[in-house]
């Protein structure tokens, strides 16, 4: 199978900190990660699209100085939410792109990180 | 540009009754079709797809999903359902072009079943 790993999956951190969330594709290489945010009772938004070796494809909206992310291998990104603030509270999720033996378009996701900023 | 709409956004249903959740999708280009589950806390599973081919997809645990070009739906049913189907369900596409296969998701349509 696609296994994609996150951590940690639940983090408290003080307003004004900075947190950093690992992304990890644990059994294939992943040349693209997608990071999403999800608030209660609602849907997945895409934040951004990361390429190995590449700069991290924002959507708009996003501050992309704000949500820092880093793709340095074909196993590994981390997003890194800078001088949090609670309104960074949220569900974050990422995804890697399996594009073994054709299945290009398939996504797995992690299990999700919880932030809680007080 | 795409979207998705799930217009249900929560279903109850009793254990072994039939279920249907509702998706319909906006698109200029062809699409890629999928439903992701997701149990509390957790984050999303595959459940199945629509790539090509059939229009007709199934999943390992009985659910299907019909995809129908014309009213642009991609309905998920199962014929009985289990007290474990019990999740959020999110309906989801993604355009066949070169966005590196970005996902746009549904609102989520949460289906509980009671005993």
């Known amino acids: 199978g696609a296994v994609v790993s996150q951590h940690p999956s639940r983090v408290i951190c003080k307003s004004g900190t900075s947190v950093k969330i690992e992304c990890r594709s644990l059994?294939?290489?992943?040349?693209?990660m997608f990071w999403y945010r999800q608030f209660p009772k609602q849907s997945l938004m895409l934040m951004a699209t990361s390429n190995e070796g590449s700069k991290a494809t924002y959507e708009q909206g996003v501050e992309k100085d704000k949500f820092l992310i880093n793709h340095a291998s074909l196993t590994l990104s981390t997003l890194t939410v800078t001088s949090a603030h609670p309104e960074d509270s949220s569900f974050y999720i990422c995804?890697?792109?399996?594009?073994?033996?054709?299945?290009?378009?398939?996504?797995?996701f992690g299990p999700g990180t919880r932030l809680t900023v007080t | 540009a795409q979207s998705v709409t799930q217009l249900d956004s929560q279903v109850p249903v009793f254990e072994e009754a039939p279920v249907e959740l509702r998706c319909n999708y906006s698109s200029s280009v062809s699409v890629y079709l999928f439903w992701y589950v997701q149990y509390p806390n957790q984050g999303l599973q595959l459940l199945l797809k629509y790539l090509s081919g059939s229009t007709l997809v199934e999943s390992i645990n009985g659910f299907e999903a019909e995809f129908n070009k014309s009213q642009t739906s991609f309905h998920l049913r199962k014929p009985s359902v289990h007290i474990s189907d019990t999740a959020e369900y999110f309906c989801a596409v993604s355009d066949h072009g070169t966005s590196y296969g970005k996902l746009t998701f549904g609102q989520g349509t949460i289906l509980t079943v009671h005993p």
């Open positions: 995804s890697a792109r399996d594009q073994r033996g054709g299945r290009g378009y398939e996504q797995y």
């Open positions: 059994d294939f290489q992943a040349t693209t």
